[in-house]
């Protein structure tokens, strides 16, 4: 069965404190994998897509890197305007669908 | 932007009445998507649509209906609505761009069952 576990559920960071966010996954063959920021009362915004084990992607604080079997949301001197939701979904090579996993709730402290 | 509006924003109905909602997209998009979110549960695919009148189901359909007669709408039919099913609904696209599919999310509709 496919399944998307993220973790921590929450986390807390001061400002300009690094970490990374957690997505491992189980899925028959993987066609992508995929991250996302959501804010409060909004949609999901499209943030990285990741193909291939070894595969890495950045954009300003964020930069995401994928395993076989996992994949992390590394988070670089992080600014309060980082806090969100961050939501991690794979679409299985067999298929059009995509699976998400519950999300991180990520706050920044000043 | 993709181009993905959905209507209406906000509805409370009362159970057992049916309720229709709609995703509009104005960039041709062949494949269209209803997730719902709840919490603890994540986002969760009702159905999806490959094309017109092309339409599948997905892990949470039973009490779901949809219809794509045109490409650029997708309508989500609770043919009558539980107190369950009380949740925020997103559409969504995916696309092809530069050889890796990206899905962009509509701004969502919540919507109370009472």
Not at chain 2, 50 to 55: E, F, N, S
Not at chain 2, 76 to 100: K, M, W
Request: net charge negative.
């Amino acid at each position: 069965e496919d399944q998307v576990t993220q973790s921590p559920e929450a986390l807390r960071l001061q400002e300009g404190e690094s970490s990374s966010l957690n997505c491992s996954y189980t899925v028959s063959g993987l066609r992508g994998l995929f991250w996302y920021r959501q804010d409060p009362g909004k949609g999901p915004d499209f943030l990285f897509t990741l193909y291939s084990a070894g595969e890495e992607k950045e954009k300003e604080r964020l930069k995401a890197t994928l395993t076989k079997k996992e994949s992390f949301l590394h988070i670089t001197a992080p600014k309060p305007e980082d806090s969100a939701t961050y939501l991690c979904a794979v679409q299985p090579n067999t298929g059009n669908q995509f699976y998400f996993g519950t999300g991180t709730s990520l706050t920044v402290i000043p | 932007d993709a181009g993905i509006t959905q209507s209406p924003r906000h509805k409370v109905t009362e159970t057992g009445t049916p309720v229709t909602l709609r995703c509009h997209q104005t960039e041709n998009h062949r494949y269209m998507y209803w997730y719902r979110q709840d919490p603890g549960h994540g986002l969760r695919l009702i159905h999806y649509s490959y094309g017109v009148k092309d339409t599948d189901k997905g892990e949470v359909s039973d009490g779901y209906s949809v219809s794509r007669s045109k490409t650029e709408d997708f309508l989500l039919t609770l043919e009558s609505a539980t107190s369950s099913q009380t949740s925020v609904y997103f559409c969504a696209i995916s696309e092809l761009a530069g050889g890796h599919y990206e899905q962009y999310f509509g701004p969502g509709t919540r919507l109370t069952v009472t």
